[in-house]
């Protein structure tokens, strides 16, 4: 769906008006925030179905769907907008072939409005390499056998079922 949608923008890249059409195709390509929430998603079901943690649907797909919310308020077009008349909007980035006539206190609250975002961009990468690394260490944990015996990450689900029923 991702690649459908971002080739359709590029296609749409090509008015006259845009005069850094290759950039903006280009930023859209990889700008991050299908593949983020997609990962965040991904490492969800990983914990459910590999590690065999009880995580509801909700707890699942919330992370997803907020940041990906967040992303449409912030400029990002659904997949419904066809038209792409502005295609720095997506990215959050301003025209390049226009002068910006801002004040300094409007450049500050613009800037600071994007840097904002590129650390809640970066958090979220960060939080998705961090659960990648935590779930294939618990994963190869589990299947790794030792003289015989199933590692510890078995029994270390059972302690903390264990656990959760005494309290």
Known sequence: MKLCDAGRRILMYTKVSNENKSFYAICRGIFPIHELCGTMTALALAKRDLLGVDLPVWRMLLPATIVHGMANLRGMKP??????????????????????????????????????WAIILARVLGYCIKNYYMVNRQAVKRTTTYAGNHAAFSAELATAEVLKQKK
Not at 88 to 96: G, R
């Open 79 to 116: 997949i419904f907008k066809w038209n792409s008349a502005t295609p720095w909007s997506e990215m959050q980035l301003s025209p390049l072939n226009v002068p910006d006539a801002s004040t300094l206190p409007q450049l500050l609250k613009k800037g600071y409005a994007k840097l904002m």
